[in-house]
């Protein structure tokens, strides 16, 4: 018989344009602003109900904050949660400022709460004079948490080594990790400061992150993204 039936065709037409309006109907969108004198990355991680978290904000001096302030604003979202990756200073210098712009509560890892009430000392010895101290936690991730945020949700993955507490933040789904300080485009975070352990980093990187798909992206703590499998293939330290 030399006619084609098209009907199926036009269906599943139909059907993927379907699936890709309702599976963009609830993207995240992964903003990135860098913050401080560590050019740290803070992290607004938003969907299409406007509401939108805010990861390690490290916004210290007037302008960031306005920057900040001003994303929000323009971008016309609702900041729901914050987040800290861990609690090294460059991580949580604007952590007062957001809590109480937004009225948001404080979500980290235990582990690295030591960290967090030493901020203050930490925040002297590299002058950050203005430093106003944190908001305690009110809630404790841990591996394995869902934590949700608009018609979203991420997943929480431990991963010490760079700090004792340090948690990453995971969507299979579409893609992508929230890797704060522990894996670099082309480098690892560092293991000598205090909770730092080089070998409970090293197995935190090959067993939790490097089996994600090699496609999943990879947001780090300072400077550019990366994806899973380029530092499979070419990171000095994993190879
Ligand atoms: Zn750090
Ligand atoms: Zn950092």
Request: a negative charge.
């Amino acid at each position: 018989m030399n006619f084609r039936d098209t009907t199926n065709e036009s269906y599943s037409f139909h059907t993927l344009i379907n699936i890709s309006l309702q599976s963009k109907k609830y993207t995240m969108k992964v903003t990135t602003l860098i913050f401080n004198q560590f050019q740290e990355n803070t992290y607004i991680i938003s969907d299409n109900t406007k509401e939108c978290i805010i990861i390690d904000p490290g916004c210290y001096q007037d302008f960031e904050r306005t920057e900040l302030t001003d994303f929000i604003k323009t971008k016309n979202l609702k900041p729901v949660k914050l987040i800290n990756t861990h609690c090294h200073i460059d991580h949580v210098l604007g952590n007062k400022f957001v809590s109480e712009q937004w009225d948001l509560e404080l979500y980290a890892h235990k582990e690295d709460l030591p960290l967090l009430t030493n901020a203050g000392a930490v925040a002297k010895m590299y002058g950050f004079e203005k430093y106003e101290g944190s908001p305690y936690p009110k809630h404790f991730l841990e591996e394995g948490d869902t934590l949700k945020f608009g018609a979203s949700e991420l997943e929480i993955i431990f991963a010490p080594g760079h700090a004792p507490g340090h948690i990453c933040l995971l969507s299979k789904k579409e893609g992508f990790i929230i890797a704060g300080d522990v894996l670099f485009n082309g480098s690892i975070g560092r293991t000598d400061l205090p909770g730092g352990d080089y070998d409970t980093l090293i197995e935190s990187i090959k067993t939790k992150l490097l089996p994600l798909d090699e496609n999943t992206i990879v947001y780090c703590g300072h400077g550019p993204s990366t994806s899973i499998g380029k530092e499979k293939m070419s990171n000095p330290f994993l190879v």
